[in-house]
């Protein structure tokens, strides 16, 4: 693993999605989860939203970081509320 530079803020968002999918695999096997249609176009599963979810963290880090010069934590907060509308309403 020394391929990568592993900071404090990197190895946090690892574990936080290592921890997120164990506890989303814990919940799929003891209440599986119904798809269901939201404001998508599609019927989507309690995984189908935290990965579309992940993606929109990711792009809205991506579109600041190459946007501005400012510091990342405006965006964890986006990003934050991303996350949490995709899995409720999505």
Same mark, same amino acid.
């Given at each position: 693993?020394?391929?990568? @530079?592993?900071?404090? $803020?990197?190895?946090?968002?690892?574990?936080? #999605?290592?921890?997120?999918? &164990?506890?989303?695999? #814990?919940?799929?096997?003891?209440? *599986?989860?119904? *798809? =269901? =249609?939201?404001?998508? $176009?599609?019927?989507?599963?309690?995984?189908?939203? /935290?990965?579309?979810?992940?993606?929109? &963290?990711? /792009? &809205?880090?991506?579109?600041? #970081?190459?946007a501005t010069n400012l510091p990342a934590w405006p965006a964890l907060a986006?990003?934050?509320?991303?996350?949490?509308?995709?899995? =409720? @309403?999505?």
């Amino acid at each position: 693993m020394a391929w990568m @530079y592993w900071t404090t $803020p990197t190895a946090l968002l690892f574990a936080a #999605v290592l921890g997120t999918l &164990t506890l989303l695999t #814990v919940a799929e096997l003891r209440f *599986p989860s119904i *798809p =269901r =249609r939201g404001w998508l $176009p599609m019927k989507t599963t309690r995984g189908d939203r /935290f990965f579309l979810g992940l993606l929109a &963290t990711a /792009f &809205t880090h991506f579109t600041w #970081v190459g946007a501005t010069n400012l510091p990342a934590w405006p965006a964890l907060a986006i990003s934050a509320l991303l996350l949490i509308t995709i899995g =409720r @309403y999505a």
